[in-house]
């Protein structure tokens, strides 16, 4: 998100970051010693610091995008993620309304608060469902996605009840470049790429939509700009796999650009317990926001994995550090979000 508005934009941006175990500041690319992009260490569920960075920086928009956002972390430990998602959003939008209400008339009715959220508050669809949409009834079924319903709630309420000028946008699934290894794609890139064993939930017959990062990244912005307060945004990809039809892509992927001497990837596979509260199928249907925000198709989800592929190849340093530095070379699972 940064890198897209220090590139496309001339917004300065304020990066409000706890910096945990996820954050990696080589993430921010040029942006990083940018002189439009200021780093701010805090945690949005401290008050006093959150009224400190309003009062120091005077934004006129907030896109909340923190947030605790791996399924089996939560399980394993969901008051984090409550911490986070639920007690964060509500301090981040009572510093947010505290300051807004002091605001100019001009600068306050242009003020914007975007929320950004997932699809997995929608709970899960079957095989024939159709796809999601902004006004598909919530049913969370894990810690997390419960964390984060809560926290869209409490933006609409707060438009609703004191006015200040909220957004939500719900997403599936993204992969892409500088994503933390623990996640789906580049966890089986790197597992597969070391010959490692590719453990895949179930039967892997589980769907998700994909929706490429920097595809998602311009469409935040088009629902920060040219949204309307109050407003809900479903933003999808329209290409939905199946876990194994994606840990598939990736070993031939692999096979194409680095063969193994011991034979074809997909040998690696196989099959362990679901995890509880396995939702079966998330997909969106985006008709809606690309009809009122003008936006571009998302890319190719074969080229955009191709790309990804391409890209950890690339920076084999990054990720090794990663892995040294929170794992400490430990074998990771396979999750789906």
Known sequence: MIRQFVRRTDHVVV????????????????????????????????????????????????????AESHVDRSIDGPGEFIRTNVVGSFTLLEAA????????????????????????????LGPADPPFTETTAYDPRSPYSASKAASDHLARAWFHTYGLPTLVSNTTNNYGPWQFPEKLIPLVTLNALEGKPLPVYGDGSNQRDWLHV????????????????????????????????????????????RPDPAGPRR???????????????????????????????????????????EWYLEHRSWWEGVRAARYGGQRLGVATR
């Open 97 to 124: 309304r505290e300051y807004w209400a002091a605001l100019p008339p001009a600068r306050r009715a242009a003020f914007r608060f975007h929320h950004v959220s997932t699809d997995e508050v929608f709970g899960a």
């Open 15 to 66: 990066n409000v970051d706890k910096l945990t175990y996820a954050a990696s500041e080589d993430a921010l690319e040029e942006a990083r010693r940018h002189p439009r992009h200021v780093l701010l260490v805090a945690d949005i569920a401290d008050a006093a610091a959150m009224r400190a960075a309003f009062a120091a920086h005077a934004p006129d928009a907030v896109m909340h995008l923190a």
């Open 214 to 257: 920097e595809d998602h990244a311009a469409a935040l912005v088009a629902v920060l700009e040219r949204g309307e307060p109050g407003g809900t945004y479903a933003i999808g990809a329209r290409q939905p796999r199946s876990n194994l039809e994606v840990v598939h892509a990736i070993c031939d992927a692999l096979d194409a650009r």
């Open 267 to 309: 040998r690696l596979i196989h099959f362990v317990t679901d995890r509880p509260g396995h939702d079966f199928r998330y997909e969106i249907d985006p008709a809606r926001t690309v009809a009122a925000l003008g936006l571009a198709p998302a890319r190719d989800f074969a080229t955009g994995l191709a790309q990804t592929v």
